[in-house]
C-alpha cells in the first residue's frame, strides 16, 4: 500500500507534523470531509466559464496588469485601530493617485460602517456592497484588494474565498511602524522604477531519508530551474539544490550578497504545539539541508539548522523582492486544525490566536528596505500537490505563476493560476465523491491526489499589496550593490488605549456620585488637614503655595527649552553623570525643543547612513521627556489652584 509523505516538521520533538499516511487513508479523510455548499458552488461557476472559454477574474474589457483599470482597495476590520490607515497613508495616496486617473470608482477605502463585519462571509461582504458572483466589474469593487489587519479580525477563510473572485493580499505587524516600513518600501521601489537584475533563484532542500524534500527537489524545484533555464536567456537562472541548501546558502539569498529578485524555496517548515515559547516567533521558519534527517535526529530542532526571522540581520538587502516559498505554515497559522481529519471530530486549536508567521513579517517591514511580497502557505503544505498518482509531475502552474512574475504582472494577477486550479479541482473532486457516495469503487490513490491538490491551492496565501510587481531591469545587467531604503519613522498615534482600563485597587472605594466635577481643582487630601488644623494656618498655607508657585515657574523656564540627549559606551560600567552630561560615553543624538515649537535635531550616522534603531530608541525617549514634563505641569497647577482655593474666606 503506497504512503503519502507530507511537510512539516515539529521542531520541538524532531518528528514530522503529520505521520505517514496511505492512500487508502487519506482518501477516507477526503471522503468524510464536510462541504461548503456556497463556496463548492461559486468554484463550480468559475470552473464551467473558464471551461467554456470565459474568465472568471476581472472583467474581459479591462487590463488586470493596469491598476487604472483594474482599481485597488483596501480593507479594515469595522472597528481597526485608526492608527493602522495613518501608519499605511503613504501607500494609500500613492494608489490612490494612480488609480484615480481614469474612474473614482475604481479607488476604495472600506473600513468603519464598510469594513468587514464579525463572522461575515465572502458573499455577505460582497452582498452588503452590491456585489455578486462572476466577473469583477472594478467600478462596484476593485480587482486588488489589500487587507490590513491581524486573521483573528479578518479571518483566513474569508481571504482564501474572496481571493476565488478578485486578487488578494494581506499585511499585519506588530507595531504600527512596520505598517508605515512597508507602505514606504512600496511607493519608494516604484516611484524610483527600481531595476534589480534579472535573476531567479531556486532553493530546494533534500534532507537524508526524508522522502517529502526529496521529492520536491527532484519533481518541483530541480524542474523548474531547468525549465526556466532553458526558456529565459536573459534571466540568471540559479538553483541551489540539496547539499548546497544550507542555511547559510539561503542567508547570502535573503538580504545579504546573493539575493535574488525572485526567490522560489521548497523545504520543511517548522511547527510547534500550542503553548511553546516558539510557536509564535518560529512557525513557518524554513528548515534547510542542516538538519541530518527523520533517522540522524529524533530530538528537538536547535535553530541552527532552519532561517527564522531573528535570522534576518539589521543590515540584511531585502529591497525590491518576492519571495514564494512552498513550507508548511510558511505564511501563517490558523488556530483551529484545518486539516481534514478533524471533520469526524471536533477541530482543535493548535495556536491561541491565528497569526502571520515571523519569516515574512520581518522581511516585508524590514528597517532597510523590506520585500515586496511574499506567497506562501497557511497551514500544511502537500508534498503530492506538483505530482499525481498515477499522472506523474503537475507543474503547469507552478511555471504559469513565476513566468507571470518573471513578465511583471502583479502578483495577484499571477496567482490566479492557483485560483483556478482551486476551482477546477474542487469541482472535479466533488463530482468524484458524489460518485462514490452513490456506490461507485473509489480510487484511493486518485482520490488522495486530488484532495491534496485542491488543499494545496486553496492555501497559497500573498502577503503584501497584490497589485505589487517584481521591480527588474529591461535586460539581463551584471548584479550591483542593491539599493536601501531608509523610513524616518514619526510618531504614529494609536485610536486605541496603550492598556485596558482595569478599575481602582482592590480594597479602594470608586469614586462617589458627589466627588469633583470634571476639570475641577483637586487639593490631594491636603484641604481636611488644614481645615482641622484651624483658620491660622492660611499664612503657613499661602507661602506653601507661593513656593508651589515657584517651582511652577521654575518648571516653566525648563519646558521653554527642552533638550534630549542619548549617549553610547562600549564600557558602561566607565560611564558617570557629571555637570548634566556622561562622560566616558560618545554623543549620538541630540534633539532641543523650543516652547513654540522650533526644533534643533542632531540625527545619528553609521556609515553615511542613518542610524535608525539608535533614532527610534532617541525619539522614543524624547516622546516620554515631553509627556512627563507636561505631567509634571499639570499636576503643579493643579495643586497650586486647590491649595490656592483653601486659602480664600
Known amino acids: 500500500m503506497e504512503e503519502l509523505f507530507f511537510n512539516g516538521i515539529d521542531g520541538s520533538t524532531g518528528n514530522y507534523l503529520l505521520p505517514r499516511l496511505t492512500a487508502a487513508t487519506l482518501s477516507a479523510i477526503a471522503r468524510g470531509e464536510v462541504q461548503d455548499e456556497a463556496l463548492l458552488a461559486e468554484l463550480k461557476r468559475r470552473h464551467e466559464l473558464e471551461s467554456l472559454g470565459g474568465h472568471y477574474g476581472v472583467a474581459g474589457e479591462v487590463d488586470p496588469a493596469d491598476l487604472s483599470q483594474a482599481g485597488w482597495g483596501i480593507l479594515f476590520a469595522h472597528d481597526a485601530d485608526p492608527g493602522v490607515r495613518e501608519a499605511l497613508a503613504e501607500l494609500i495616496e500613492w494608489r490612490r493617485e494612480q488609480v484615480l486617473q481614469k474612474d473614482e470608482r475604481l479607488f476604495k477605502e472600506l473600513s468603519g460602517p464598510d469594513g468587514y463585519r464579525p463572522g461575515e462571509s465572502k458573499n455577505d461582504f460582497l452582498s452588503r456592497h452590491s456585489v455578486g458572483p462572476g466577473a469583477v466589474d472594478p467600478t462596484k469593487m476593485p480587482y486588488y484588494l489589500l487587507i490590513a489587519g491581524s486573521p483573528e479580525s479578518i479571518p483566513y477563510r474569508f481571504q482564501t474565498q474572496l481571493d476565488i473572485q478578485f486578487a488578494v493580499g494581506r499585511i499585519h505587524f506588530d507595531n504600527l511602524e512596520d505598517y508605515a516600513r512597508y507602505a514606504h518600501s512600496v511607493v519608494e521601489a516604484e516611484k524610483m522604477n527600481l531595476a534589480l537584475p534579472r535573476k531567479i533563484t531556486f532553493f530546494g532542500v533534500s534532507n537524508p531519508d526524508d522522502r517529502a524534500t526529496g521529492l520536491s527537489v527532484e519533481e518541483l524545484v530541480q524542474p523548474l530551474a531547468e525549465a526556466f533555464t532553458e526558456d ?56 534547510c539541508q542542516d538538519w541530518p534527517g527523520p533517522n540522524n535526529w529524533r530530538k528537538p530542532l536547535p535553530q541552527d539548522f532552519y532561517f527564522a526571522a531573528d535570522d534576518l540581520p539589521e543590515d540584511a538587502h531585502l529591497f525590491g523582492l518576492i519571495a514564494f516559498c512552498f513550507a508548511c505554515y510558511g505564511a501563517g497559522t490558523p488556530r483551529l486544525d484545518e486539516f481534514a481529519q478533524q471533520a469526524f471530530k471536533a477541530r482543535t486549536e493548535i495556536a491561541p490566536q491565528a497569526f502571520l508567521a515571523s519569516l515574512p513579517q520581518r522581511m516585508l517591514a524590514h528597517p532597510k528596505g523590506g520585500a515586496l511580497a511574499f506567497v506562501g502557505h497557511v497551514d500544511r503544505a502537500w508534498g503530492y500537490s506538483f505530482m499525481w498518482p498515477k499522472a506523474g509531475r503537475q507543474l503547469t502552474v507552478f511555471r504559469s505563476a513565476l513566468s507571470q512574475l518573471m513578465n511583471k504582472y502583479p502578483v495577484g494577477a499571477a496567482l490566479e493560476f492557483f485560483n483556478e486550479k482551486y476551482a477546477e479541482i474542487s469541482s472535479d473532486l466533488s463530482v468524484l465523491l458524489e460518485d462514490i457516495s452513490f456506490g461507485k469503487t473509489a480510487d484511493d490513490l486518485e482520490v488522495a491526489g486530488m484532495w491534496t491538490a485542491n488543499n494545496d491551492a486553496r492555501n497559497y496565501l500573498i502577503l503584501g499589496d497584490p497589485a505589487v510587481r517584481l521591480m527588474v531591469g529591461e535586460k539581463m545587467e551584471p548584479e550591483v550593490e542593491r539599493p536601501e531604503v531608509i523610513t524616518i519613522i514619526k ?159
Open 491 to 649: 510618531p504614529i498615534p494609536s485610536g486605541r488605549p496603550t492598556a485596558t482600563p482595569m478599575g481602582p485597587p482592590v480594597g479602594t472605594q470608586p469614586p462617589s456620585a458627589t466627588g469633583p466635577a470634571p476639570g475641577a481643582a483637586i487639593d490631594y487630601g491636603l484641604g481636611d488637614v488644614f481645615r482641622q488644623a484651624g483658620a491660622n494656618v492660611s499664612s503657613g498655607l499661602g507661602k506653601l503655595v507661593e513656593r508651589l508657585g515657584d517651582f511652577l515657574g521654575k518648571a516653566l523656564d525648563d519646558a521653554a527649552s527642552l533638550e534630549v540627549a542619548t549617549y553610547v559606551s562600549r564600557d558602561v560600567a566607565k560611564c558617570k553623570f557629571e555637570e548634566g552630561r556622561f562622560t566616558g560615553a560618545d554623543l549620538r543624538a541630540l534633539t532641543h525643543v523650543k516652547i513654540d515649537g522650533d526644533t534643533l535635531v542632531c540625527v545619528p550616522e553609521d556609515a553615511g547612513e542613518v542610524d535608525t534603531e539608535l533614532w527610534r530608541i532617541h525619539l522614543e525617549m524624547l516622546a516620554q521627556a515631553q509627556n512627563s514634563r507636561m505631567e509634571l505641569i499639570k499636576t503643579a497647577i493643579s495643586a497650586v489652584t486647590g491649595l490656592a482655593n483653601l486659602i480664600k474666606p
Open 232 to 287: 529565459y536567456k536573459d534571466w540568471t537562472v540559479e538553483a541551489v539544490l540539496k547539499d548546497a541548501a544550507t542555511k547559510s546558502e539561503l542567508a547570502s539569498r535573503l538580504g545579504g550578497p546573493g539575493t535574488p529578485g525572485l526567490l522560489f524555496t521548497a523545504s520543511h517548515g517548522m511547527g510547534f504545539p500550542y503553548g511553546d515559547a516558539r510557536q509564535l516567533p518560529h512557525q513557518g521558519a524554513l528548515l
